[in-house]
């Protein structure tokens, strides 16, 4: 057989293997549905079975689909300092992708659980590591209001399940032109001196890269075939292959899709459309308006296995206005292959009604 024969023959199989995949597990929440039912993995399951159904580009999403709602989330490294963890130190950084061009900030937290003062903190100094060099360090000092890994503002005073909590911070300053030269992926060395402990360290991971993007307007939002389509108009430093991803809540903050889209844009910038499938929005039962948040930009690899590029999107929300379904003509955007997954699942559990 062909080479080119066999790997067509092995992608099918393997696309069959897939397909089936999906509905066992579709049929696995189905028969445990008691146990998992209420929980955020048969909730996210069910989700991403759902989600099958509908074009990659615009897909709905609910309070499950954490790898969406939160895309460039940093996970805060903690140490406990006792056996019993009623004390621990955590590391925070508002994202794990950092952009250059602004200041590196860095909180420290010392939570205490146990009834007890909490120890004094004597000194915590971040060190900045680049591969297996040290290029620089800053201090972090007592702050009594920070402002966490969410943009939620901590108060010193405030507690949370009877914790008491200590904050220190620091940012490292921008300089890219001193930053130019360093690598993407970084190391933050914290030593911390904890007051009957002695020194104690946290190491935390991040990606520090330089902007070569931005989103600078959008366009006036209108209606092609079943989609709703929301022209933002970008600023780029580099041309290439660009993709864009984003969420769309309701006023509320409810999650409805996600949304992503790939174009090539050339020097100074150009129009990336971003659209909204009109079946997401009857799915989702979501008249309007709508917010577009979460703007993820990323310029893809110009060669096999090159490095990425990011872009940093303003952390505003972009406001979609509503239209009334009736001005959608018959909808079309849902793939074919979606519309026979919803056959086959409804072949395979005809007492249900798969969404």
Known sequence: MDPIERTVTSDEYQGVFMKY?????????????????GSLLGGSLVSEVVAQTFPRYSF????T??????PNAFIPVQRPLDSENRLSLELQVPHFLMFREKPLPVTLILNNNSDEPSPALHSAVVE??????????????????VTDSEGNSMDVSASNDSTQKVFWYGEYPAQPDKTKEWGIELTLKTKV??????EMGLTALIHYVPSIASVVGVQQVFIEKSDLVVPLEFSVKEAGLYKVSANVFSEKGRPIAHLTQRQRL??????????????????????????????LI???????????????ASSQSVTIPAF?????????????????????LKKLFPQMDPP
Not at 280 to 286: E, I, N, P, S
């Open 324 to 344: 009334d379904f009736s001005q959608y003509p018959e909808p079309e955007c849902p793939q074919e292959k979606g519309k026979v997954r919803k056959l086959n």
């Open 298 to 312: 990323t310029r893809l690899p110009q060669k096999l296995g090159g490095p990425k590029a990011y872009g940093e």
């Open 193 to 198: 001196v904890v007051e009957g402990f002695g």
């Open 60 to 63: 709905p999403i609910d309070e």
């Open 65 to 70: 689909r954490q790898e969406f709602l939160k």
């Open 266 to 295: 050339q020097l100074p910038g150009g129009v990336i459309p971003l659209k909204i499938c009109v079946e997401v929005l009857k799915h989702k039962k979501a008249m309007g308006s709508y917010l577009l948040e979460d703007i």
């Open 21 to 37: 995949m999906r509905l066992f597990l579709w049929g696995l929440f189905l028969l445990g549905g008691s146990l998992l039912g």
């Open 128 to 145: 900045i590591w680049d591969g297996s060099q040290a290029r620089d360090s800053f201090q972090l000092h007592p702050r009594s209001a």
